[in-house]
């Protein structure tokens, strides 16, 4: 008796069994759908009471690809899909063509700045080195669409590394940030399994000018910590202007909504320095951060 012998696998690899499925003999009972292997039953497991099942593995699958990976924490970029890079805003205010659009255009390419400054971050971050056990840390993570998403993916490209797309599928026709590591571009039907995966391994995240889905982002990650269902970590503001014009977040503790106190979980910077400084500052008695 070896040690082979007991720790060897007895059942056949699930893989192999599909593959042997594949090949059955054409007879009216194999060709009905309900012959085939649950797993690989499309139509089944897009049935409406397969929600749970379908919730389970797109939990799973980028969880355990990212173990794979060694991935064990991140540095998360939210911000919005529409702010151009620097060189692209006199194109897009040439191309308006009523005063409207010009305006909107005009406001936009005043934020290409933070086009720059997401990526700047994103070459800091990328560049935190790896530990003696492998494990990786402030990896570089976005929404994997374009704008400041790209910006994120860009930057730990410029420094050679590898770094996060989480898309999400929508009505119209969109495509992952071409600066995706293509292992690591996942796709999610689920919005609140997409945001989970963002938080998951957070270690800091940054948050830029942004519509809906950033404020959705934002707001859910501020609501787990001051509820207590997070510790707390680095949320960066860039863009204090924006903010403040788009959101009175004074006037939510002076009408006592929320704590003056929860106004301490931000923190407002407007260059990749001062945000890297105040991640640096946070963790500045931490022990060295390991594996597992």
């Not at 994103?122 to 400041?148: D, L």
């Not at 420094?159 to 599928?169: F, P, S």
């Not at 600066?179 to 830029?208: D, G, I, N």
């Amino acid at each position: 008796m070896t040690k082979k012998e007991i720790e060897e696998r007895k059942f056949r690899p699930a893989r192999q069994e599909a593959d042997d499925a594949r090949k059955a003999i054409e007879t009216p009972q194999t060709s009905s759908a309900a012959y085939k292997l649950a797993f690989q039953d499309n139509e089944f497991l897009l049935r409406e009471d397969l929600r749970p099942v379908r919730f389970q593995l797109e939990l799973l699958k980028p969880q355990l690809l990212m173990d794979e990976a060694r991935i064990e924490s991140t540095f998360v970029f939210y911000g919005s899909a529409r702010i151009p890079e620097p060189d692209q805003v006199q194109a897009r205010i040439d191309a308006a063509t009523t005063p409207e659009q010009k305006k909107i255009a005009e406001n936009l390419g005043k934020k290409a700045r933070y086009y720059e400054e997401a990526r700047k971050l994103a070459r800091i971050a990328a560049q935190y080195p790896v530990n003696a056990a492998g494990c990786r840390h402030f990896v570089v993570c976005s929404g994997g669409g374009p704008s400041i998403m790209e910006a994120a993916n860009r930057g730990a490209v410029d420094v050679g590394q590898t770094t996060i797309g989480m898309n999400i599928v929508l009505p119209h026709e969109q495509a992952p940030n071409l600066f995706v590591t293509p292992e690591l571009s996942f796709q999610f039907h689920y919005f609140a399994l997409r945001k989970m995966h963002f938080l998951l391994r957070a270690r800091a995240l940054a948050v830029f000018p942004g519509g809906f889905g950033t404020f959705d982002e934002m707001f859910e990650l501020l609501t787990l910590i001051q509820t207590g269902k997070m510790k707390p970590i680095p949320i960066l503001l860039f863009g204090k202007d924006f903010w403040n014009k788009v959101v009175d977040f004074e006037a939510l503790a002076d009408e006592g909504v929320i704590s003056h106190n929860d106004l301490n979980l931000l923190t407002w910077v407007e260059t990749a320095e001062d945000a890297w400084a105040a991640v640096q500052d946070f963790y500045h008695d931490s022990e060295a951060p390991g594996c597992g």
